[in-house]
């Protein structure tokens, strides 16, 4: 499952980088029971107290880091140099630039392996995410809900989150708070069927379905092979290659669009939802006024989820 082997890079990542023990990192599921423990319930509250578990945590490995990040690790970039054939320090001259010491490596190496770790759990998270929307009402339902909780608090917990803003308005676009929101995009639409080799309408051309026929490969705009339409195959540019026609969709007519519990593309869902201006000032008692605002979201107990009118 790719979100668990993210999740795991990560924080292999900062467990070396770092050189830290992640022991003391809580679950979701842990976090969850001492919220019920305490019988706290009011989101202040809540929000109050797991900040009070998680920053001490996440300001110790950054701190861990800033250490790695000062000098010390010399010896450990120059081993690092050596067994990374990839990192061409020739580009700094090609540029005028002046190569970076293995000193000055160091602290740049570090801060990018966080970045990495970082990088890492917020794709673990978008993976985990796609998973639930996959099998919601299947036997992995729970598991796979489970999974996306404790890797959402993972992340925000000691990366953190914020609110999206943008021409003027707040979103959420939390991929966990997202989640619960079980709104699908159903479209009706019509389109003429091409074909893949010519172009053509499909029904109508001269190349047969069940025939295979020599093509040199090439890309189109959006970087799709034109032998089997795929955007990581492993055809060659300019190589031929021998393949089946197969349809494409050509330009449609879209006649609706209705949000739906169960559309039929699994992933088909709403990207962000904004935050009311008035919800904000209540909250903050201020008008934020674009100023960036941090989202503890992914950190909170579950509430459920809501579903659109059918």
């Known amino acids: 499952m790719e979100s668990a082997r993210a999740y795991a890079s990560s924080y292999s990542l900062l467990a070396e980088y770092a050189s830290a023990d992640l022991s003391d990192i809580p679950t979701w599921r842990h976090t969850t029971a001492d919220l019920a423990r305490r019988n706290l319930h009011g989101m202040g509250d809540q929000q109050q107290h797991l900040r009070g578990i998680w920053e001490p945590i996440s300001g110790r490995l950054r701190r861990a880091a800033q250490r790695r990040s000062e000098g010390s690790d010399a010896g ?35 801060f990018a392996y966080w970045e990495d770790a970082e990088r890492l759990a917020r794709r673990a998270l978008a993976r985990a995410v796609d998973a639930f929307n996959f099998l919601e009402n299947t036997a992995g339902h729970d598991t796979a809900h489970r999974h996306a909780h404790e890797v959402s608090a993972f992340v ?5 989150c914020e609110l999206a803003f943008e021409d003027g308005t707040y979103w959420d676009v939390c991929p966990i708070s997202l989640m619960h ?36 490969v090439s890309r189109d705009p959006d970087g799709s092979c034109t032998a089997c339409g795929g955007l990581a195959c492993t055809h060659v540019v300019g190589e031929t290659a021998r393949v089946r026609p197969h ?12 949000f739906v519990r169960n559309p039929r593309d699994p ?21 934020p006024q674009g100023q960036p605002l941090a989202c503890y979201r992914c950190l909170h107990a579950c509430n459920g989820f809501t579903y659109p009118l059918e």
């Open 247 to 258: 349809a494409v969709v050509g330009e449609m007519s879209v006649h609706e669009m209705s």
């Open 181 to 216: 929101h079980r709104w699908g995009i159903s479209i009706g639409f019509t389109a003429v069927r091409l074909c893949s080799l010519c172009g053509e309408d499909i029904d109508e051309c001269s190349h047969m379905i069940d025939t295979l026929y020599d093509v040199t």
């Open 267 to 287: 992933l088909a869902r709403i990207t962000g939802i904004d935050v009311s201006p008035e919800k904000l000032r209540r909250s903050l008692g201020v008008d």
């Open 156 to 160: 925000g917990g000691l990366f953190g």
């Open 76 to 110: 450990v970039v120059r081993a690092r140099q050596a067994r990374l054939p990839a990192l061409d320090l020739s580009r700094f001259a090609n540029h005028g630039l002046t190569v970076p010491s293995a000193e000055e490596l160091a602290v740049t190496t570090t």
